[in-house]
T-cell receptor, first 114, second 115 residues
Framework: AQSVAQPEDQVNVAEGNPLTVKCTYSVSGNPYLFWYVQYPNRGLQFLLKYITGDNLVKGSYGFEAEFNKSQTSFHLKKPSALVSDSALYFCAVTSWDTGNQFYFGTGTSLTVIP | DAMVIQNPRYQVTQFGKPVTLSCSQTLNHNVMYWYQQKSSQAPKLLFHYYDKDFNNEADTPDNFQSRRPNTSFCFLDIRSPGLGDAAMYLC??????????????FGPGTRLTVL
């Protein structure tokens, strides 16, 4: 079965510190992985994706994510957190085996403390 | 700018009164999705269209229907809204599995309140 796990409902980090939001996945076929961010009462905004190639993917707003095939993980990272990064973050996976369907994690609420 | 537009942004309806939510896109994407999202939970896929091909999720209630009259527009019809249908409804588009999978582009959502 296809699934995405975000083990932390809430992550708190001090402004200026590095942040990590965790994601693990299970999917048949080669995984294609995505991170989205959602601000209150807004739709999801695309941050970055892993399709193939380098395991370290860079995206919008200084975010990056590392694909680890052996650990089936795709953790989101940022070297220095901003208060404006506070939002809800979703990891998603798809593959050729899932057709056009994306599977989302339950989301992680990130709070950056000034 | 190319984008995904949802109308209205906020919709209030009465229990049992049919309601239609609309989504339009200027991205010319093949695939359009409807998701239901409740209070900071993961978006739940209701159905999607690949061009005119309709794909319904097995657990989507019959109360929810969809129409896609052309590439640009897609509608979500809730025939008899119940209190449990109060949620944010998100429309998304993608180019589909052409070459490699492409990210979904989301609209701002319609927040549905059922009185």
């Amino acid at each position: 079965a296809q699934s995405v796990a975000q083990p932390e409902d809430q992550v708190n980090v001090a402004e200026g510190n590095p942040l990590t939001v965790k994601c693990t996945y299970s999917v048949s076929g080669n995984p294609y992985l995505f991170w989205y961010v959602q601000y209150p009462n807004r739709g999801l905004q695309f941050l970055l994706k892993y399709i193939t190639g380098d395991n370290l993917v860079k995206g919008s707003y200084g975010f990056e994510a590392e694909f680890n095939k052996s650990q089936t993980s795709f953790h989101l990272k940022k070297p220095s957190a901003l208060v404006s990064d506070s939002a809800l973050y979703f990891c998603a996976v798809t593959s050729w085996d899932t057709g056009n369907q994306f599977y989302f994690g339950t989301g992680t609420s990130l709070t950056v403390i000034p | 700018d190319a984008m995904v537009i949802q109308n209205p942004r906020y919709q209030v309806t009465q229990f049992g009164k049919p309601v239609t939510l609309s989504c339009s896109q200027t991205l010319n994407h093949n695939v359009m999705y409807w998701y239901q999202q409740k209070s900071s939970q993961a978006p739940k896929l209701l159905f999607h269209y690949y061009d005119k091909d309709f794909n319904n999720e097995a657990d989507t209630p019959d109360n929810f229907q969809s129409r896609r009259p052309n590439t640009s527009f897609c509608f979500l019809d809730i025939r008899s809204p119940g209190l449990g249908d109060a949620a944010m409804y998100l429309c998304a588009t993608s180019r589909g599995l052409i070459g490699t999978p492409n990210e979904q582009f989301f609209g701002p959502g319609t927040r549905l309140t059922v009185l």
